[in-house]
């Protein structure tokens, strides 16, 4: 009767610690779940292409940290200059792999998109990089507020709230002019504050005038 009563006890114990391991897992599940999001951008580099039919594309790479007890990094907003774009035309992957992107997940102010990293989310702790290409948006050409002969272009990248973002970042953003203008044509009218009054001119691959 005493093993039997053992047995059975033994029974419960392993049962009772089963619920309160399985309790703990939907604890600290939660509680990652509810953290605030909290992340490093180690790194950002951007490139801006006008090309000759007046739209432009944007490239994105950001390198992302997840700090140890912050919330995943389970979307991405990207933030654009207009709503004349299409999610389907873009490009979003992490750490090489394709994901989804979803305007009606977007939770910036403005236009813009979301990156769905579905698998890929970058989990607390963990490291990623996310790469987003946006091509073809229209209407981004302007007359220029100097000389009404130019057309003028302005490009500012998306950010992310400084209550979201710990550390600092090695930015970098080449601006890709038009195919076909040589180095005496484009106009630089000047940058914001935190960056070199005047960019550093060169030509890429396509030949064509960049600024960066």
């Not at 089963?18 to 951007?46: C, H, R, T, W």
Request: proline letters at 6%.
């Amino acid at each position: 009767a005493i093993d039997n009563w053992r047995n059975e006890m033994k029974k419960r114990f392993l049962i009772i610690s089963f619920i309160l391991i399985l309790a703990l897992g939907m604890f600290s599940n939660v509680s990652a779940q509810d953290a605030p999001y909290y992340f490093e951008v180690n790194k950002e580099v951007v490139h801006v292409y006008w090309n000759s039919d007046g739209t432009m594309s944007i490239d994105y790479t950001w390198y992302f940290n997840n700090l140890p007890g912050s919330h995943p990094i389970d979307f991405v907003d990207v933030g654009m200059p207009n709503y004349n774009f299409s999610t389907s035309t873009v490009l979003a992957e992490v750490n090489g792999v394709r994901v989804n992107a979803s305007t009606s997940d977007y939770q910036g102010s403005g236009s813009g998109f979301a990156v769905v990293m579905g698998a890929q989310t970058i989990q607390p702790g963990q490291k990623g990089i996310v790469h987003v290409f946006v091509p073809n948006i229209s209407n981004v050409l302007y007359i220029d507020s100097s000389d009404d002969t130019y057309t003028s272009a302005i490009f500012a990248p998306t950010w992310f709230g400084s209550e979201f973002v710990s550390g600092t970042t090695d930015f970098t953003m080449t601006y890709h002019l038009p195919p076909n203008m040589n180095s005496e044509e484009p106009r630089w009218h000047g940058a914001p504050s935190g960056f070199p009054d005047t960019p550093q001119a060169a030509y890429d691959s396509e030949n064509r005038v960049t600024y960066t």
